[in-house]
């Protein structure tokens, strides 16, 4: 309270001093009155009341001073002798300030990744000001997709915004360019290699696959951006685009690409088989609305030019432009939603009867994001994601601050008898804790000061890692990891806290009035007081149980995600490759013309040297996953949401032999290509799920594909009844949760062999086959870009690998750094205390005891907390186990190596941490060690 | 100061504005007053004293002061006891008993050996 007080009164020092003369004048008049009444004349009594006063003038000046000087010298004292003490003692200052730093750390590294890529503002011109646009259903979904048509009647009848603009993407090919050197290796590599990822290789004959974002016209007027060399897109422009279509390229791409050629403005390039003349060159790192750099700009006005009849701009049942609006000057978001809102419900009507778009529908707007807020708060993945990436920080964090706490406990035992002086010399005890306090939250902000140093560095070499580590076609990473306000209010908040969490224990610990026993020291020689041993070991407790947890975790992880590449999944990994074709839109591709090279490929391939066997299909572990309904006993399956499903996969006749997925029964589809339409071969357990313990073969079961997931031209079951003449071995499921491993195969038409990916097996390794493989495509067909990936290779790609590899990565940095805090943190705990029972050690050696003696009580004693932060950490970790099985491969969450090893790794490192310390008090001459003091 | 009157003991300042206060909010010459009315007149507080004790009292907690309207209708800031200056005053009540009471045995006994 008095605190607050001064600084008020030091913030209004005139006011004060006004109001200390009014109350002085006050006491003054009512004297004068006094003195009157008994009979004084006025003048007179006037004169005696200022006499009575004295020196009115130094009285004022006196309470000013209390009033505000007393807090800011007080302060400064303390700030000085906080400053006076971290000195003194450097050696416990650089180990706290370090181990909080790093706790500090990776809690800015977290939110400053977090604010790089979640919280960036879109790329323009006063972000403030612009916002998304979404579409609300009555169910209660967000949809991010408005059709052109609708964004036209949007753009021009609003009064909320200055600007409406649409955009969406596309991978478009680019040819007629030179080749691009080089760019047949593989892509990636880097820190993404190095942690087990891997990217397909790109087989392209003159096509490379780009990132192109197909923007209205007034894009980037509205965002505010300029071309940093020739000129961007304008409204009016719409008509002469249609003569003469033009591109825009982004600087990123120009340097990659073309190594910032400055004559690339007016060349043409084609995109997707059309000719586009590049007019302008956007800024470095300009994301506009995208999460990423892309390499072309397209206007709206030629999406047709390069989506063909999926491009035209006037279906208003066609879904393709995600919204963006700046708003009006003194426009709120809720007076922009009331208006789209009343739009959206005009427009509904113009909608077909019985579409999607017709249903009733409100606008949501939200302040401009790259990312849509919406999937974010739904995801539960993501929501789980930032809850275990919060959670392992938070740990850390508190592993730091129970570490530096320990070490001040530690400490002030030592400074008992300076506080014991303090108090008895009459300091309050809230003055002392207030002394205390200064002191950790002065360490906290070094530390804070280190931290943000230390991240912004790793922070930036990272992101440059990953940028570098990504494929082409992803487009360009530009995450902005640089200081900022919020960043560094984030810090500094952190770091007070951490200073007063560390700081307020011991504080208030070692400031318990105890003065006489504190005086004669008595608590000090003899072991410590009772109270405060408790606290420290609760807190190395503490740190030992967090830490095993969170390594434990990091274990656990990295040993299912090496499981996951090294147990059988089921079927050949090493030999197989996949080869995905991708026709480019805009080319004049037919079906006729691409089934024709699909054939062609395939037979070529075959004839290879060192090519065993070709099959289509989709890899079991490739993604592409599809379900349909079962119906069993000739009956149609229920069309509900709560519907038995198998997962299907249409393969020619050799597919089970090229992977060498075994069969178990039966016989598999006849090689002739003259299998029967209706035949399916289940998996082991999709037969166990449909008919358990009895023989499925001869059994017939209906599949239909049409309510559930799959693209509009696939091909899908509908609703006929297949009989099963073979049972497949099992392949290991590719989805946490594990149940596709339930499949069903059913024979491909072989008009739709193109749709599917190859798969190649060779007789040895396949990756020498990749150059034979090329000169294929290139000779089939120039346009074709293939992605071509060993099976193995692919399994990196999985949901379960890419999450629990990841989590694996984050785990063990934030498990490694937690270990070396909390050795740092036992380390300096016993040293302490065996410093400070150097006295009783010597009175123990000097009676007889042996150097083994003193060596067991004191790792006996520092064994204790470890012991028990060891039990909880495992307890705590078991617990995890259970959440995490999702990602463990089937490994058992009680895995013995990461539970024993990690556990019995972590006591000989907490033991040593001990030992050298307490080697230490086995020196003590006892001579000595009596006379200390 | 004047004959008769005695100035107010080292450290007893606090004790006695605290338990004046006790009765209510008042503002510093109606302490002084009441001070001076309650003790029969014999103890006086300086102005030069009162004020000062008083800003150090409301930096310490133990009492607030707010601008009121006085009795005879002027503005004058009234003092008013916090919890925590309740809590001092029976610290500070309690401790001067103890001595009054050590300072009363001692005279006492001295008395009967005379």
Redesign the interface.
């Given at each position: 309270?008095?605190w607050i007080?001064?600084i008020w009164a030091f913030r209004h020092r005139d006011q004060l001093a006004s109001?200390i003369d009014?109350?002085?004048q006050?006491?003054l008049?009512?004297?004068e009155?006094l003195k009157a009444r008994e009979g004084m004349p006025r003048e007179d009594a006037r004169m005696a009341a200022r006499r009575?006063?004295?020196n009115a003038t130094l009285?004022k000046e006196?309470?000013r001073e209390?009033?505000v000087f007393?807090?800011c010298e007080t302060v400064a004292r303390d700030i000085r002798f906080a400053a006076r003490m971290l000195a003194k003692h450097a050696g416990f200052t650089a180990m706290a300030v370090l181990a909080l730093a790093v706790g500090i750390g990776v809690n800015t590294a977290v939110f400053t990744a977090y604010k790089a890529v979640l919280l960036q503002p879109l790329d323009g011109k006063n972000p403030g000001q612009l916002v998304n646009v979404f579409r609300t259903t009555s169910e209660d979904r967000y949809q991010q997709t408005f059709s052109y048509p609708d964004y036209e009647a949007y753009r021009d009848q609003n009064h909320v915004f200055s600007g409406v603009i649409a955009t969406t993407g596309n991978e478009v090919a680019l040819t007629g360019v030179e080749s691009f050197v080089g760019s047949e290796s593989s892509l990636g590599g880097g820190a993404a290699g190095a942690f087990g990822f891997r990217f397909p290789t790109v087989l392209h004959g003159g096509a490379e696959f780009v990132m192109a974002i197909i923007v209205s016209e007034n894009y980037f007027q509205v965002l505010g951006t300029n071309a940093i060399r020739g000129r961007v897109f304008l409204p009016q422009d719409a008509h002469d685009l249609d003569a003469y279509p033009a591109v825009m390229i982004s600087e990123n791409y120009w340097q990659r690409r073309f190594h910032g050629d400055a004559s690339i403005l007016g060349r043409t390039v084609k995109l997707n088989g059309a000719a586009f003349t590049i007019i302008g060159i956007t800024p470095h790192d300009f994301m506009g609305t995208n999460i990423n750099v892309p390499e072309f700009w397209i206007p709206m006005r030629l999406r047709p030019l390069i989506s063909g009849g999926a491009g035209t701009l006037h279906d208003r049942e066609n879904n393709c432009c995600a919204l963006f609006a700046r708003l009006a000057p003194g426009i709120s978001l809720p007076e922009a939603q009331a208006e789209m809102s009343l739009l959206a419900d005009h427009l509904r009507t113009l909608h077909a009867p019985h579409s999607e778009g017709r249903k009733p529908l409100t606008i949501s707007i939200t302040p401009g994001s790259h990312l849509r807020p919406v999937n974010l708060s739904h995801d539960p993945g993501v929501v789980f994601a930032i809850f275990l990436i919060m959670g392992a920080v938070g740990l850390v964090l508190l592993i730091a601050c129970a570490n530096v706490a320990s070490l001040q406990l530690a400490r002030s035992a030592a400074r008992q008898r300076e506080m014991g002086v303090r108090l008895s010399l009459g300091a309050s005890r809230l003055r002392i804790v207030r002394q205390l306090l200064t002191e950790s939250a002065l360490l906290g902000l070094l530390a804070g000061a280190v931290s943000m140093l230390m991240t912004w560095w790793t922070l930036r070499l990272l992101m440059v890692q990953i940028a570098a580590s990504l494929p082409l076609e992803w487009g360009s990473l530009a995450v902005h990891v640089e200081p900022d306000l919020h960043v560094f209010a984030y810090v500094f908040g952190i770091s007070l806290l951490a200073g007063i969490l560390f700081g307020l224990a011991p504080a208030l610990e070692s400031s318990r009035p105890n003065l006489s026993s504190a005086l004669k020291e008595e608590g000090g020689r003899f072991g410590l007081p009772l109270g405060n041993a408790r606290l420290r070991d609760l807190m190395v407790g503490t740190q030992v149980a967090a830490c095993l947890f969170l390594i434990i975790g990091a274990s656990l992880l990295i040993r299912g995600s090496m499981r996951s590449l090294t147990v059988s999944p089921g079927y050949e990994t090493k030999r197989v490759v996949g080869l995905d074709l991708n026709f480019p839109a805009g080319f004049g591709y037919t079906h006729a013309k691409t089934l024709a090279e699909a054939r062609q490929f395939r037979d070529r391939i075959q004839s290879l040297p060192g090519v065993t066997s070709v099959a289509i299909g989709r890899p079991p572990n490739g993604g592409g996953l599809r379900t349909a309904a079962v119906g069993l006993n000739g009956s149609k399956p229920s069309t509900d949401k709560t519907a038995r499903t198998l997962y299907y996969n249409y393969v020619t006749p050799g597919y089970l032999e090229t992977l060498g997925i075994p069969l178990v029964l039966g016989r598999g589809f006849a090689a002739d290509g003259s299998a029967a339409e209706a035949t399916a071969i289940l998996s082991e357990s999709a037969a166990e799920e449909l008919w358990p313990g009895k023989d499925p073969i001869g059994r017939t079961v209906v599949l239909d594909g049409t309510n559930q997931f799959h693209q509009r031209a696939e091909l899908f079951p509908k609703g006929l009844s297949y009989q099963v003449i073979a049972v497949a071995g099992n392949t290991r499921a590719s989805v946490p949760g594990g149940d596709d491993s339930r499949k069903v195969y059913l024979p491909l038409r072989a008009d739709h062999l193109d749709e599917y990916p190859l798969l190649v097996r060779a007789e040895g390794d396949p990756k020498q086959l990749i150059n034979a493989l090329s000169k294929q495509v290139q000779q089939v067909d120039a346009n074709v870009v293939v992605y071509c990936e060993t099976l193995e290779d692919l399994l990196t790609s999985t949901p379960t690998f890419v999450v629990s590899r990841l989590a694996a990565i984050f785990a063990s940095i934030i498990g490694g750094l937690g270990l070396v805090l909390a050795c740092v943190g036992i380390y300096g705990t016993v040293s302490y205390a065996v410093v400070r029972r150097t006295r009783e050690v010597g009175i123990r050696m000097a009676l007889g005891a042996s150097k083994g003696d003193v060596l067991r009580l004191v790792l006996r004693e520092s064994s204790g907390p470890v012991g028990v932060g060891l039990v909880v950490g495992i307890l705590a970790a078991v617990a995890a186990g259970r959440v995490l099985r999702a990602l463990l491969f089937g490994m058992s969450p009680l895995d013995p190596v990461s539970f024993a090893g990690v556990g019995a790794l972590f006591l000989l490192i907490a033991m040593l941490a001990a030992y050298l310390p307490a080697r230490r008090a086995t020196h003590v001459d006892p001579m000595v060690a009596l006379r200390y003091e | 100061m004047g004959k008769g009157k005695s100035d107010i003991l080292q450290g007893t300042l606090a004790l006695l504005v605290l338990k004046t206060l006790q009765q209510g909010p008042m503002h510093g010459w109606g302490i002084t007053l009441r001070i001076h009315e309650i003790s029969n007149e014999v103890l006086r507080v300086e102005e030069g004293s009162l004020y000062p004790a008083l800003h150090r009292m409301e930096q310490d907690g133990w009492i607030a002061a707010e601008w009121g309207v006085s009795e005879n209708n002027r503005r004058a800031r009234y003092y008013r006891l916090t919890p925590a200056g309740r809590k001092q005053l029976a610290k500070e009540e309690a401790n001067w008993h103890r001595l009054t009471h050590a300072v009363g045995l001692v005279l006492s006994v001295a008395g009967n050996q005379s």
């Open positions: 309270m008095s007080s001064r109001e009014e109350e002085l006050y006491h008049s009512r004297m009155e009575h006063f004295g009285l006196t309470i209390i009033d007393t807090f | -």
